[in-house]
C-alpha cells in the first residue's frame, strides 16, 4: 500500500501553510532520536531503515491522493498541484539497521524541502519507532536463552498485519533464528517454520492416531505438540511411540512441544522419560506467553529446553510497547545558509541539539574491541586525539571530560541523496549478525536486563556550546 497520506493532517495544514508564507525550496533538516530506552534498558536496537528509505525514494503523490486532500477543502490549489511533483528531494543519512543507539543521539537525520521533510515525520516514526522496539525486545528475549533458537510465533497477536509482517523482520534484527509468518519469510528471506496446534490433535480420535498421521505426514520434521490431554501420561508416552516407529523407518524424530502447564516441571519429565527410550537427541521447545523473564527463571530452574517459541509478549513488546522516538527540526535553510534550530524546555533533558550533526563510537585504543563511549558532534568537526566533552546526560554532577586514547567511528552514514540511495545491508541476518558484532563492544554492564548502567554519551563542546547559544538567545 502507499503511504504518501499515512500522516498526520497537522503535517499537511503546516506544509499547506509553509507553501503560503515561505520559499517553496526552504531546506530543512529534522533529527530522529528517543530518550528513554523500553523496559528502562540502556539502548534501542536501530530497525527501519530499509522500509524507511523505500519510502522515500518512492514518496509520490497520486492522481487519487490530491483528489482526496481537494475533496477535504482545507488546502489551496496551487499547494495540491505543488505536491504532485514532490519526489525524490530529500535526503537521509542513518546509522545502520542492528546499532545499539543510545539516547539522544539521531538515530537518522532527513534534508530536503520544508514541506516534503514535514509531511514524512509521522511515516518516518511510526517505521523506525515500531520495528526499533521490536527489534529491541528480540534482543532481550535472546539475549537469555544461551544460544537457543528462538522462534518468532506473534502473527496472530501482532496489533494488525504490517505490526506482524515487520515485526517479525524486526525480531530477526534483534536475534530471532526464524518465524512462523510464511508472508514475512516470503519477503525477506527468512526460514519459515513451525509444529503443529492443538487443532490438528483435536481432529482424529485420538493423540497417537494424530501423531502416527503427522509422522506420515512429515517424517523428517515430526515435532509433535504434547500437551493437549496430558503432557506426562499421555503426550510424552505417545509421542515416544511415534518416535521409535519412525526410528525405525529410518528416520530421526525432531522432538516435541510443550504449550501449557508448568514447562520446567513437564520439560523436566519428558527428558527423562525420551531419553530412557533412547531419544536423547529429541528436542523440547516451549512456547506460552514466554517473555525474557520467564525463560530466564525456566533456565535457572535447570529447565531442559532446547528451542522457544514466542508470540505475544515478542511481537507486542508488552511489557513496553511504545517507544517514543522523535522527530526535531534541527536546521532551517535561510537565504542558502543552514541555521541551526534548537526547540527549548522546562526540562533540561528534552532541550533539543541543534545543526547538522555526527555521532561517533569511541573504542579503547589498546583494546578496540570494547566501547567506551559515544560522542555526538557537529557534522563540521574534526575529531582528532582529544575531544573536549560534556555528559549528554544533564544529571550528570562531574560532567566535563577530556576525552583520550580512542578509535573514534563515525556512526550515520549517507544513504539518501536526493532520492537516489546508497547501497545498504539488507540481507536481515547479515544485519543480525552485524547487530550481534556490535553488541559484543558494548560493556556487560549496559546489556543487563534489570538496572543496567548507562552507557556514556557525550556532546562536543562546540555542539554543547551551540546549544547553550542557542538557548541563551532564545531567553533573551
Ligand atoms: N516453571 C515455570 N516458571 C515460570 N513461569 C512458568 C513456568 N511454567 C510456565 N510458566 C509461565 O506461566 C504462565 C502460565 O500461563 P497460564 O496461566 O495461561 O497457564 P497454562 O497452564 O498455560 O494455562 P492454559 O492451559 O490456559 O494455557 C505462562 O506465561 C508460562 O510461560
Ligand atoms: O503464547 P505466545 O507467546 O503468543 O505464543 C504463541 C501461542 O500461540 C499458540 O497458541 P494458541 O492458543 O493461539 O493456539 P493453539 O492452541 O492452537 O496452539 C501457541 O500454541 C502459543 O501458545
Ligand atoms: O508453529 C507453531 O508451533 C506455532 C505457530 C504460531 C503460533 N503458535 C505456534
Known sequence: MKHELLTDMYEFSMANGYYQTLPHDKQARFDVFYRKAPDDGSFVISAGLMQVIDEVKNWHFSTDDIAYLRSLNHFSDDFLFYLTAAHNRCSIKAIPEGTPVF???????????LIDVQLLETLILNII??????????????????????MEFGARRAQGPDAAIYGARAAIIGGCS???????????????????????????????????????IYPDNAALLVDTYDVVNSGVPNAIKVFKELRAAGHEPVGIRID??????????????MDEAGFTNAKITASNALDAHIIKSLLDEGAPLDNFGIGERL????????????????????????VPK?????????ITLPGNKQVYRLYDKH??????????????????????????????TWNKVILTDF????????????????????????????AQTELAQLPAAAKRLLNPDRFPVYLTKRLADLQQKLVDEAQK
Open 315 to 338: 511481537i507486542t513488546s508488552s511489557s513496553s510497547p511504545v517507544l517514543s522516538g522523535v522527530y526535531k527540526m534541527s536546521a532551517l535553510e535561510n537565504d542558502g545558509k543552514w
Open 103 to 113: 539516547p539522544q543521539e539521531p538515530i537518522l537525520s532527513i534534508s530536503g524541502p
Open 367 to 396: 583494546d578496540p574491541q570494547h566501547a567506551v563511549a559515544d560522542v555526538i558532534a557537529l557534522a563540521d568537526e574534526q575529531i582528532g586525539t582529544e575531544i573536549a566533552a560534556i555528559n549528554a546526560d544533564v544529571h550528570v
Open 407 to 434: 578509535i573514534a567511528k563515525p556512526l550515520l552514514k549517507q544513504v539518501l541523496t536526493l532520492g537516489k540511495a546508497a547501497p545498504i545491508e539488507t540481507d536481515t541476518f547479515a544485519i543480525q549478525h552485524f
Open 342 to 350: 534548537i526547540k527549548i524546555s522546562n526540562s533540561r533533558e528534552k
Open 260 to 273: 501449557s502447564g508448568d514447562i520446567a516441571q513437564l520439560a523436566t519429565k519428558a527428558r527423562k522419560m
Open 178 to 216: 526464524s518465524t512462523s509468518n510464511v508472508l514475512a519469510a516470503k519477503l525477506f528471506n527468512l526460514p519459515a517454520v513451525g509444529t503443529m496446534a492443538h487443532a490438528w490433535i483435536e481432529s482424529f480420535p485420538d493423540e497417537l492416531t494424530a501423531f502416527r498421521a503427522w509422522a506420515k
Open 129 to 150: 519507532n515500531h520495528q526499533s522496539l521490536i527489534a529491541t525486545k528480540a534482543w532481550q528475549i535472546t539475549s537469555v536463552t544461551g544460544g537457543r533458537p528462538v
